[in-house]
């Protein structure tokens, strides 16, 4: 009896130190872009709208208006996903009034960024969360690139942004 006791309890010992967590196992683990997530691509190419570019197999893509595609949506997640929106307004509305906050190259051509933060709005949970937009012209088009939930463009949003690129 001694030794089933013994033998129980030694197993039960070995199990439990087994099973319990190792201190780096506490540790969140910090999320960042690995080459590997960003070299694994997909070609999107919008033969409407006359422009391509690379995006995540991660993301899957939503068309808005189905007619021209002026208007996509690439979506990973709830707070991860971008557009692409083409318009012939010589100024979109919704950018009236905001100062541009950078220069860039949007496929080949001269961009402005924006920053776009509703002032008002304290916290994750915003009506209109932040985004940031870039901007450039081509044939008389507008064409932005709108990053949701993003004050400053790096990692995924930067590749994605480097990718586009004009056809023709």
């Known amino acids: 009896m001694k030794r089933f006791l013994f033998l129980l309890l030694s197993g039960t010992l070995f199990l439990g130190a087994c099973s319990s967590p190792s201190p780096s196992s506490n540790i969140p683990e910090k999320k960042s872009v690995t080459k590997d997530e960003v ?5 999107y190419t919008n033969s409407f709208q006359k422009y391509s570019l690379e995006i995540p197999l991660a993301y899957r893509k939503a068309i808005i208006d189905k007619d021209l595609e002026t208007n996509v949506k690439f979506k990973k997640s709830a707070k991860e996903y971008f557009f692409v929106k083409v318009s012939e307004e010589p100024e979109s509305e919704q950018y009236e009034g905001v100062e541009s906050s950078g220069d860039t190259i949007l496929g080949g051509f ?5 920053v776009i933060v509703d002032e008002n709005c304290k916290g994750d949970d915003c009506a209109v969360p932040p985004k940031t937009v ?3 012209y081509k044939n008389g088009k507008m064409y932005a690139m709108e990053f949701w939930y993003v004050k400053e463009i790096n990692g995924v ?3 994605v942004m480097k990718s586009f690129t004009f056809l023709e």
């Open 110 to 114: 001269p961009a402005k960024v924006y």
């Open 157 to 159: 949003n930067d590749e």
């Open 134 to 136: 870039v901007r450039t």
């Open 39 to 43: 070299s694994g691509k997909d070609v």
